[in-house]
C-alpha cells in the first residue's frame, strides 16, 4: 500500500466519519443540519486515523469478534487522546460523555466503543476490500495527484480554522476583561443591574453576533459562531461565565426568536434572560 492509497483512504474514511457525526447529531440532537467537526471541510480526521490503523493492525485478522473487540479499545485510545489532546491544546472540552452510562473520564463511553467496533468490521471485510479493488483502477499519478489535492485543501482548513478559534478567543477575552475590571476583579461582585442596562445587550444581525457590554463592542463572526454549532456540548472554562450569563452558544445555535426590531433591521435580546440572579 503505498503512501497516496493511505492518504486517499484517509480522506475516504474521514468523509464518512463526518457524515455518521453530522447525521446523528442532525438528527437526533439539534433537529437540523449541522456541520459537524473541527474543521470546516466535510472530514472528521478522527475517524479517518481509527480506520487507516484498524486496517494496517487488521487487515490480516478474519476473526470478526477480535476484530470487532480490537477495534473498539484502539478506537477508544484514540478518541480518550484526541480529547485530552485537544483540551490541552486549545484550553477547551469538546466533548462530553459524563451523562452517558460506563464513561471514562467523559471522553469516551461503551455506546462509542461499541459503534467504532461494529463499524471497523463492516470496513474490514466490506468496504475495504471493494475499495481497493476501486482504487486499482486508477493509476499512480492520478493517485498521487488526489493525494496532494486532499493534503492542500486540509492544509487550508487547518489555517482557516486556527485563524477562526483565535479571533473567538481574542474577543472572548476582550469581554472577559472589560467585564472582570468592572467588576473589580470578580464576577460575583456583579449585580443584575449590571446585566440589565440597557448598554448590555447581544444583537443578531446575519449569522453573527454583535454584543455590546457597556462601551465595549464585539462582533463575533459566523466562523467564530461555527464552533458552538458543531460541538453543542463545548466547555471553554476561561470564558464560560461569559457565555453562560450572555446566552453566545444558545444565540449560535438557535434561529432568531422573540427578539425586538431595531431600527437597522437587527434584533436586540436583553442579557437579563440569561441570568442567574445573586
Not at 208 to 215: A, D, K, S
Not at 229 to 242: G, L, S
Request: glycine share 8%; hydrophobic share 45%; with cysteine.
Amino acid at each position: 500500500m503505498t503512501l497516496s492509497e493511505l492518504i486517499f483512504y484517509f480522506f475516504f474514511y474521514s468523509f464518512l466519519g463526518w457524515l455518521y457525526e453530522s447525521l446523528l447529531c442532525s438528527i437526533f440532537g439539534e433537529r437540523r443540519f449541522i456541520n459537524r467537526g473541527f474543521l470546516l471541510g466535510p472530514y472528521c480526521p478522527i475517524y479517518g486515523t481509527g480506520a487507516i490503523l484498524c486496517w494496517l493492525l487488521l487487515s490480516n485478522n478474519n476473526n470478526a469478534f477480535a476484530v470487532f473487540a480490537i477495534a473498539a479499545l484502539l478506537c477508544c485510545a484514540i478518541e480518550y487522546i484526541t480529547s485530552f489532546g485537544m483540551e490541552k491544546i486549545f484550553h477547551a472540552r469538546w466533548w462530553d460523555y459524563s451523562d452517558m452510562p460506563f464513561n471514562l473520564h467523559g471522553r469516551i463511553c461503551l455506546y462509542g466503543g461499541i459503534i467504532f467496533g461494529g463499524g471497523v468490521v463492516v470496513i474490514r471485510f466490506f468496504i475495504q476490500p471493494a475499495f481497493i479493488q476501486l482504487t486499482d483502477l486508477l493509476n499512480e499519478s492520478m493517485l498521487n495527484g488526489l493525494a496532494i489535492v486532499f493534503l492542500t485543501v486540509i492544509g487550508i482548513d487547518m489555517v482557516l480554522t486556527l485563524g477562526s478559534w483565535k479571533g473567538l478567543n481574542a474577543h472572548l477575552s476582550i469581554l472577559h476583561n472589560a467585564i472582570y475590571d468592572k467588576a473589580d476583579g470578580t464576577f460575583s461582585k456583579l449585580t443584575d443591574r449590571f446585566w440589565d442596562t440597557p448598554m448590555s445587550s447581544v444583537v443578531e444581525k446575519g449569522q453573527g453576533l454583535f454584543i455590546r457590554v457597556q462601551n465595549i463592542n464585539v462582533k463575533l463572526e459566523p466562523k467564530e459562531l461555527r464552533f458552538f454549532r458543531a460541538f453543542p456540548n463545548i466547555h471553554i472554562p476561561a470564558y464560560e461565565e461569559i457565555l453562560k450569563r450572555l446566552h453566545i452558544k444558545e444565540k449560535a445555535r438557535s434561529s432568531p426568536a422573540k427578539t425586538s426590531e431595531k431600527p437597522d433591521g437587527s434584533s436586540c435580546i436583553s442579557v437579563d434572560d440569561g441570568i442567574q440572579y445573586k
